[in-house]
């Protein structure tokens, strides 16, 4: 953003104020410290440094534009260095001294998202929601941010929220938050940002949790198409979801997907391999008669009992085959979210099921390719 890039000019010529001693000694000594230390890419040294000129800026009142700077340049490096907690902290005290000093609700509004940011990254997710909460309401109550800005800042704000409630297993407020984060970014095209895919991925889950087909087999191929790492279980997640559409709202998908290009999409993913199977059909162009396995005894897991103790909720996605004598076999867990454990039950569960085979012309054969869902929800 523009802001940003004015401020980090301003650090680069706030190192030329060091070297020309308009800053207190006791600054100017440990920042051109850092300074010769970043040269010297001894970075542990110039997080040291950079520290020391903040604190001691602070401590000795310099001006706190000055101070701001000192804190954001620290942040910057400490989270380069994977020390997100001190980033959070200088990235919050530099979000307070700007919103003091006056300065743009952009410039203030995204110091408080990257303070978000790195809460999010030490795994402080009551304080990531706290952070980005702060920087949501700044932007979207800044009628003075052109909208463009403001749709910017808020996505970022309440996608990082989504992130955190997803991690803290509380799943519908993830989707709502989600659900913000997806309207503020479709208003102006917001697809390039980094934090898209997740952000449909969690949308779509969640859909997906609350049995609600045609906007998680959307989602969820959104989320194929940003997330190119995760591309086969986000593929076997949307044809699950679109197996529960029917003719008008796979019409429907169809024409979504091709409004917003995603053609090749909708080609890999809607024109999917055959499924002698497919649709529970009996009959096929060969003659064969084919009849799909059934299930027999379908008993639900049980609930993670930590998970539960600590009000969490989740979602697992299996796929399985179906041998010759009605038993899973290769069990695979997809997706177990937002934790491993609600995939460790739904395996456990799954594995006691029984069918009837599945068989070609009277005679048992192995099915592959089932998929399964199971939603952990604790009742109100």
């Not at 650090?11 to 006791?26: K, M």
């Not at 990257?114 to 702060?134: E, G, H, K, P, V």
Request: with cysteine.
């Amino acid at each position: 953003m523009a802001k940003r890039f004015w401020w980090i000019i301003l650090s680069v010529l706030l190192a030329g104020a060091a070297h020309a001693q308009d800053l207190p000694a006791e600054v100017t000594g440990p920042y051109v410290a850092y300074t010769e230390a970043m040269e010297a890419r001894d970075y542990s040294a110039a997080m040291a440094a950079a520290e020391e000129a903040w604190r001691t800026a602070s401590e000795l009142g310099v001006d706190l534009e000055t101070t701001a700077i000192l804190a954001d340049n620290y942040a910057q490096l400490a989270g380069a260095l994977g020390d997100h907690e001190s980033a959070r902290d200088a990235y919050r005290a530099a979000a307070e001294m700007l919103a003091e000093t006056g300065a743009g609700p952009d410039l203030v509004a995204e110091t408080w998202a990257l303070a978000a940011s790195s809460a999010l990254n030490a795994r402080d997710y009551r304080d990531a929601l706290r952070c980005a909460d702060t920087a949501g309401d700044i932007a979207e109550n800044a009628d003075e941010l052109d909208p463009r800005t403001r749709a910017v800042l808020a996505f970022t704000a309440r996608a990082i929220q989504a992130n955190a409630l997803w991690f803290e297993g509380r799943i519908a407020g993830a989707g709502a938050r989600a659900g913000e984060a997806m309207a503020a970014a479709e208003s102006f095209d917001l697809t390039e940002n980094g934090r898209f895919g997740l952000t449909a991925f969690i949308l779509g889950a969640t859909h997906a949790m609350e049995k609600e087909y045609p906007e998680a087999a959307y989602r969820l191929t959104q989320a194929y198409y940003f997330m190119p790492d995760q591309r086969r279980p986000l593929a076997i997640w949307a044809r699950h979801a679109r197996g529960y559409l029917d003719e008008s709202e796979r019409e429907a998908l169809l024409a979504r997907l091709e409004r917003e290009g995603l053609v090749e999409e909708r080609e890999a993913l809607v024109d999917e391999e055959a499924d002698e199977f497919a649709d529970g059909g009996e009959g096929a162009d060969d003659g064969v008669v084919r009849v799909d396995a059934a299930p027999v005894r379908r008993t639900p897991p049980s609930y993670p009992r930590d998970a539960a103790r600590a009000g969490y909720e989740g979602v697992a996605l299996l796929q399985f085959a179906v041998d010759e004598q009605g038993r899973p076999m290769d069990i695979e867990v997809v997706f177990s979210l937002p934790f491993r454990e609600f995939g460790e039950e739904a395996r456990e569960a799954v594995e006691n099921w029984r069918y009837t085979p599945a068989t070609e012309d009277g005679v048992p054969r192995r099915r592959d390719g089932v998929v399964t869902q199971f939603e952990f929800v604790l009742e109100d």
